[in-house]
């Protein structure tokens, strides 16, 4: 979840739900919005009840499904970022939680969709270790060289694209 102060609103992203849930300081009541990818497929619970649930069948449930990750408000720039964990495509056994490629989805301050982009795979991407400064939403970085006297962030900015015209392809 993150907090938007100037609106005085928590917003929260849950794992498995499209939906973004909001909801005002000490007011028992909340408010559903979508939030979702445009690329996100369906996600589905496990069938499996915990008893007989093998380790096995939990690491292919989650592989195989998309999952959102933290939410961050850019009061800088008026919008949010919400992280989704893509499902691994062709599947294996082999396959690996790390496997996993992220994107950031980007939300208006009315948490209207305004677009998202693929950034790469969990493997060198630590979600849990994003915040948002002036620069942009800072996410922090692990190189295939990883060297772990250093803590390496980059830094994501927003560009500003122009609409096309339909006209102005003529």
Same mark, same amino acid.
Do not use: C
């Given at each position: 979840? /993150?907090? %938007?102060?100037?609106? *005085?609103?928590?917003?929260?992203?849950?794992?498995?739900?499209? /939906?973004? &849930?909001?909801?005002?300081? !000490?007011?028992? /009541?909340?408010?559903?919005? &979508?939030? *979702? $990818? %445009?690329?996100?497929?369906?996600?589905?619970?496990?069938?499996?009840?915990? $008893?007989?649930? $093998?380790?096995? =069948?939990?690491?292919?449930?989650? #592989?195989?499904? /998309?999952?959102?990750?933290?939410? !961050? +408000?850019?009061?800088?720039? !008026?919008? +949010?970022?919400?992280? #989704?964990?893509?499902?691994?495509? %062709? +599947?294996?056994?082999?396959?690996?939680?790390?496997?996993?490629?992220? $994107?950031?989805?980007? @939300?208006?301050?009315? #948490?209207?969709? @305004? *677009?998202? =982009?693929?950034?790469? =795979?969990?493997?060198?991407?630590?979600?849990?270790?994003?915040?948002?400064?002036?620069?942009?939403?800072?996410?922090? +970085?692990?190189?295939?060289?990883? %060297?772990?006297? &250093?803590?390496?962030?980059?830094?994501?900015?927003?560009?500003?694209?122009?609409?096309?015209?339909?006209?102005? @392809?003529?």
């Amino acid at each position: 979840m /993150d907090y %938007n102060d100037e609106k *005085g609103i928590l917003v929260f992203s849950f794992p498995i739900s499209h /939906d973004l &849930y909001t909801a005002k300081l !000490k007011q028992p /009541d909340y408010k559903v919005t &979508y939030g *979702g $990818s %445009n690329f996100a497929n369906t996600i589905r619970s496990i069938q499996t009840q915990p $008893s007989e649930m $093998s380790v096995k =069948t939990f690491v292919k449930h989650v #592989l195989e499904n /998309d999952e959102y990750a933290a939410i !961050k +408000y850019d009061k800088f720039r !008026k919008v +949010y970022y919400r992280f #989704l964990r893509h499902r691994v495509n %062709n +599947y294996t056994e082999s396959s690996q939680w790390t496997d996993k490629s992220v $994107s950031i989805i980007i @939300l208006d301050e009315s #948490l209207n969709y @305004l *677009g998202e =982009t693929n950034i790469g =795979t969990i493997k060198n991407w630590y979600l849990q270790n994003a915040f948002v400064t002036e620069e942009g939403l800072n996410i922090e +970085y692990i190189p295939d060289n990883l %060297n772990e006297d &250093y803590l390496i962030y980059k830094i994501f900015t927003l560009e500003k694209r122009s609409r096309i015209n339909k006209r102005q @392809l003529k």
